[in-house]
């Protein structure tokens, strides 16, 4: 169990150098990206529902929808059913870079595969 927590760990920062290298064109990061993809596949969601999806402090969400907001990838407007909240959608700009986005996570995704089964052959893993 050791070994997986340990592949865990080096996956996750593997995955975050690559994320943010190849998100940095489009003025994102390995932390906002998530959001950015929620919203274009989920129009009208909640903040409140961002912390159902992702397990995270309510005060990370807050910050990355500002900023989200402030680069032009998400326009908050208030939610009907409860003035207490907004909706989040998405903008142009986060429609434009959503494709992008899912075409880098698949590549990654099997990069990362191939390379499990690069290890699996040699017997490393």
Known sequence: MDDFIKWLSIGFRHTAMYLDKKLAPYGLNNSQYMYVVRVCENPGVTQDQFLQMFYIHPSNVTRAVASL???????RRANRQDRRTFCLFPTSRALE?????????????????????????????
């Not at 907001?69 to 326009?75: A, H, L, N, S």
């Not at 590549?107 to 893993?125: F, K, P, S």
């Open 69 to 75: 907001e402030k680069q032009g990838f998400i326009q």
């Open 97 to 125: 870079v959503y494709p992008h986005i899912v075409k880098m996570r698949q590549e990654w995704q099997e990069e990362l595969l191939g390379r499990y089964a690069d290890l699996a052959a040699i017997g490393t893993v």
